[in-house]
């Protein structure tokens, strides 16, 4: 069976295209991915087998070996804080939901920098918080 690497694959379209060790390109469509796959990132290694299609070689059944290299994970680890630095800010965190709900009970949204503000701030404590 063919090998290769995921080049790009877009959800919302249900398909992209492997570059094969060949350096070929494949097409992928939503169909060939494994059960409970729904999408995959550029990068990932995957294993898949063929068949020429209309438009040109079609992956199917495609089974992956491995996922997409990331820099980004050693990186977080590095950085992350440790729970006594993150219970402020779980704090904080808190005061602004509580204001932003105060607004939402009153029938407005939070203003604009307010929920900007927000919105950094859950995401960060997320990327801080996931194991």
Known sequence: MPTGKVKWYDA????GFISDDDGSDV???ANALPEGVS???GGTRVEFSV???RRGTQALQVTLLEAAPTVSAGKREASRKSPEDLAPLVEDAIKLLDNASNSLRRGRRPEKDHATKLAAVLRFLADQIEP
């Open 12 to 15: 919302e379209k249900g398909f």
């Open 27 to 29: 097409f992928l469509h």
């Open 39 to 41: 999408t995959l990132k």
């Open 51 to 53: 068949a020429e299609g």
